[in-house]
C-alpha cells in the first residue's frame, strides 16, 4: 500500500510578502510569490516575478562564447561542413531546430552544408556517444565544425576522436561539467554552469545556450560584414527556445531568463501566425484555450519527447521545422501515436516495480533504486519522477542497456537533493562500476557496470540520507493554505498574473474540507469527474490519475480534505471554472 500524502503549507516569507504588496501585487498573489522565493530574494520581486525581454542576459559573459562564435562564424563564411549534434529529448530537439533555423533562415546556410545527427537512445545511449561518432566518422564530410546543443561537457574521449579526424566541436550544454573541467580537445564548450562561468544565470536550458551562441554568431557576421547591419534579430526562435525550457523542467523560481523567454515564446505561439507545429499539436492534442506553461510541460513536450523515448528524435526535429500545415499535422499524428505507446510501457514497468519500491518505502530507504530486467531505457525518466511523486524520495530506475552487458539508469529527486553532486560522489567512491553519467541538480543518467549496482543502491541511499536530514519522507502536497474568497474565474485570472507556473515556480495549490455530491470515472477510467460542494458552494471538478489499480480513493457522499488548483474550462468557446484536485483523502 502506497505511502499516505501529507498536505501541508508552504512556508511564507514575510519580507518577500511585504514587497510584492509594494511592487503592487494583490495580496493574494503576495501571499503566492512569498511562498514561492525566500528572504535573499525580497529586493528582487519585480525582475523574478514578471521580467520584461530585456532581462535575458547577452551571451558575453557565457565561457568560451567568443571562441565558439568566430569559429561558427568563420565556418558560415568559408562554407565549411557544420555537424548538428544534440540529445534525444525535447531540450535537444528544441536546440536543434533552433541552430538550424539560425544557421539556414538567418545566416543564409544552404541546407546541403548542414548536417543533423542525433543519439539514438536505445541503441547509443546518452551524449556524444562512441556508437554516433562512429556514425558521424563514417559518413559526415570533413573538415567540418560540430555543434552539439544540450550535451558534450562529459564526452572527452568522443570529442577528442572527432578532433583526431578532422571535426572542430564546439559544446552548447547546461549540464554539469566533471572535476577535470571541460573537454580539452572541444574548440569550446559554451556552458553556464562551468566553475569558471561569470554568466548571471545558471538556470538556463540547452536550447537557450545554443540560441545564445546562435546571437553571437548573428554579431560576429554583421560584424565582419557578411550580414546587414539591421539584419534579423533571432528573437522569433524564442518559441523554440520556450519548449525546450519548460520540458526540460529548469528552475522557473530564481531565473528571470527562463521566466522571459517562455512569456515572450507563449505570445509566439499564440500569435495568428505561429508556425505551422503549434497548431498541429493544438488539433492532435484536442486542446482548448490559450497555449500556456502548463501546455507545454503536460501535452506538447510529452509528445515531442516521446519520439526520442522510443525511436529516433530526428522525426521530433522535422515536426518543429516543418513549414506545412497538412504535413506538421500528420507528424504530429505519429508522434501522439508515439506517447499513447509510452504510457503504455509506463503503466506496465511502474506495475512491475511498484512493489521493490514499496518495500525499499517500508524499510525506511531515503533513496529509491529498482531495476526492470524488462525495462525500457526510453521510459526511465518518466517512471523515476512517478516513483518520486510517489514516495517523496530521490529515485533511480535502472534496466538492461540494449546491446551491452550494462545497465541503464535516469535518476530525478526531491527539493534538497543534487543529482549531479550524488553521482559524481559515487564515481569518485566506485570509479570502476560507472561506464558513464551526467545530470544537473534535478535529474540525471548512469550508465553502470551490473555487478555495482548493489553498490550502487548503498551509495545512493547513503548520499540522500545524509543530505536530506531535514526532510520528511513521504509524498506530500503543498499548498498555499485556504483562500479567504470564493473560487471564481476573477479569482484564476487573478492569479494567471503570476504565469508562467512550472518547477519550483509551481502553480498555486489550494486546500479546504468538501463533500463529493457526484462523481464518475471519465477518459481510460482512472480519472474522476467530480462535484464539490465546499461551504454552501458546489465547485465542477477533475482528479486526473485518481484511481489507480482499479481502486477509487473517495466515495460519494465523502467529506474529504482536499487540495486543489483553480482552472478554467474552455467547451464550444464558453470557459468555466474547474477545479483540479490534486489530492483528496477522507477527513477524519
Known sequence: MAEEVRISDRPVSQSVMQAA??????RLQSRIIAGRLGD??????????RPQLSAI??????????????????????????????????????????LKFALRDYFGVPEDHIHSYIGHRLREGYGVSESVTQRILETAPRPAVVITADQGSSDHARIERLRDHGFMTVVTDHHGVPVQGPPS?????VNPVREDSTFA???????????LLCCAVRQRLIDRGHLPADAPRLGGLLDLVALGTMADCVDLARSPNNRAVLT?????????????????????????????????GFTFGPIINARGRLDCALGAVDLLMCDDEEEAERLASILVEHNNERKQVQSQMLRRILPMAEQQAVDRCTAITVFDPEG????????????VEAYGRPAAYFSPKQGSDY?????????????RNALAQIAESHPDDLIAWGGHAGAGGVTLKREGLERFTTAFNAIATRALTAWTLGPRVLTDGELDQIPSLELFNELAVLEPFGRQWESPVFRAEGRILTLRPVGDGTHLKLLLGIGPDRFDAIWFGAVRDGVCPVEMGQVVRLAFELDANTFRDETRLQLRVRHAVAST
Request: glycine share 10%; with cysteine.
Open 201 to 211: 544565470d545558471p538556470y538556463i536550458a540547452g536550447v537557450h545556450v545554443a540560441w
Open 264 to 296: 515572450r515564446g507563449l505570445a509566439l505561439m499564440n500569435a495568428p501566425d505561429a508556425r505551422p507545429v503549434w497548431r498541429a499539436l493544438y488539433r492532435v492534442s484536442r486542446c482548448s484555450g490559450p497555449i500556456t506553461a502548463a501546455t507545454l
Open 376 to 387: 525500457h531505457p526510453g521510459v526511465h525518466g518518466v517512471c523515476a519522477a512517478r516513483l
Open 185 to 189: 580537445a572541444a574548440l569550446a564548450c
Open 40 to 49: 535573499g530574494d525580497a529586493g528582487k520581486v519585480s525582475l523574478l516575478v
Open 407 to 419: 545497465i541503464t539508469a535516469s535518476l530525478r529527486t526531491v527539493p534538497g537533493f543534487h543529482i
Open 21 to 26: 504588496i509594494t511592487a503592487g501585487y494583490t
Open 57 to 98: 542576459d547577452a551571451p558575453d559573459r557565457l565561457p568560451d562564447i567568443g571562441v565558439a562564435a568566430d569559429a561558427v562564424a568563420y565556418a558560415v563564411m568559408q562554407g565549411i561542413p557544420l555537424i548538428l549534434l544534440s540529445d534525444f529529448d525535447c531540450d535537444g530537439a528544441s536546440g536543434h531546430s533552433v
